[in-house]
């Protein structure tokens, strides 16, 4: 089991944490919602709970829930900027459909 980040994201993630003052890494997880049933949720975390999962890639940590790592298992987190948009990237090899949107997916 493994979640990891480009080396891009990892930047975006360092310099933002490194802005704020405060933070250990970035929490993924998944919720309930959306069209096509889950969607991700992000968070900079600021601690770690004794049930987390935490992977590190390029120096910085991802913390996961343990309920949500099935639905995410294998993913890899990228950040990218196009025109005047930028964000997070979800390469998730367990999605089977997304809605339109782009919101939500299915396993």
Do not use: W
Not at 5 to 21: C, D, F, L, N, P
Not at 27 to 39: D, F, Q, W, Y
């Amino acid at each position: 089991m493994a979640i990891t980040m480009t080396e891009k994201a990892a930047q975006h993630v360092s310099r933002y944490i490194a802005r704020r003052g405060k933070g250990v890494g970035l929490r993924l997880g998944v919720k309930t919602t959306g069209c096509s049933g889950l969607a991700y949720k992000l968070e900079y975390a600021d601690d770690f709970a004794p049930e987390d999962v935490v992977f590190e890639s390029h120096g910085v940590k991802v913390v996961v829930d343990p309920k949500s790592l099935p639905y995410i298992d294998g993913t890899e987190l990228d950040f990218a900027r196009e025109g005047l948009n930028e964000g997070f990237r979800f390469n998730n090899p367990n999605v089977k459909d997304e809605c339109g949107c782009g919101e939500s997916f299915r396993i």
